[in-house]
């Protein structure tokens, strides 16, 4: 199976609840396929009239490894580039934009893209051991793309200390202390207990109440239809040079 085809998304709606679950073998890292359907996905939940709220999940020990490191290896072209870094560009808009409450469930370790989809949530939680990096300029780019969610979720200060310390994991204590998480919990079990009480609380509650709720927690981030894509092109060039190559191939071995 080629890494183009790896992984799943998948999708489960119960008591006004939608479950997303992804899942990827490389650590829960995203190949485009896997972004544009998790972008697929949201969109149609946002217009569903029997999904209330989302939980957000993924499968095994780490939440998210962010990018996947054999795509980012294949790319050979600015359009190639941009068109894939532009993929986690669509996920985070579709979260913004969904009218539905998104809960992360966070279960471990989360870096890079990962952090920007916790940062896209709504609310999360986790468990204790769920520490996160942004390790992008270690590999020759930055976290441009999710800059913009991480800094909103954190603050300026916080998403830059992770930037340029890429090889430091912070703890999910420090993440709580950032807003990144709205508790952290000593088991998984007290995680799942914590989301699906929450859900079944917020599925209660009115649904217009909600989505307009959850537009204003959104307010001022229109022109992210346009940042996010320029933000996209500039690791789309970056991913072309020699030092990305190169330290891509140093992590992979």
């Known amino acids: 199976m080629g890494i183009a085809t790896a992984g799943d998304i998948s999708i489960g ?3 006004k609840i939608a479950t997303i679950t992804f899942s990827h073998p490389a650590s829960n890292s995203f190949p485009s396929d896997l972004l544009q359907k998790l972008t697929s996905e949201l969109h149609k939940i946002s217009n569903n009239a029997d999904v209330n709220v989302v939980v957000l999940q993924s499968e095994g020990k780490t939440f998210c490894a962010g990018a996947s490191f ?8 600015f359009e190639a580039g941009k068109k894939f870094f532009s993929g986690f560009a669509d996920v985070i808009n579709a979260m913004r934009k969904c009218s539905k409450i998104i809960i992360g469930k966070v279960q471990g370790k989360a870096v890079g893209g990962g952090v920007g989809l916790i940062s896209a949530c709504d609310i999360a939680f986790a468990y204790q051991d769920a520490a996160i990096k942004l390790s992008e300029i270690a590999i020759g780019i930055g976290p441009f ?3 913009p969610v991480v800094s909103r979720k954190m603050g300026k200060i916080a998403m830059s200390e992770m930037t340029l310390q890429p090889n430091v994991w912070q703890t999910a204590d420090w993440a709580l202390s950032k807003g990144l998480y709205a508790d952290i919990f000593d088991s998984q079990a007290e995680v799942n ?3 699906e009480h929450l859900a079944t609380r917020l599925a209660s509650y009115n649904p217009e109440a909600l989505s307009k709720m959850k537009k204003v927690f959104w307010e001022d981030t229109e022109h992210w ?3 996010l ?3 996209a092109a500039i690791s ?3 991913v072309l040079s020699d030092f990305t190559k190169n ?3 140093e992590f992979k071995k």
């Open 236 to 238: 789309g060039k970056l």
């Open 145 to 147: 793309v999710i800059e």
């Open 70 to 77: 054999d795509e980012l290896l294949s790319v050979t072209d």
């Open 13 to 15: 709606i119960q008591n």
């Open 193 to 195: 207990e914590a989301v």
């Open 247 to 249: 330290a891509l191939n």
């Open 225 to 227: 239809d346009q940042l």
């Open 229 to 231: 894509y320029e933000r």
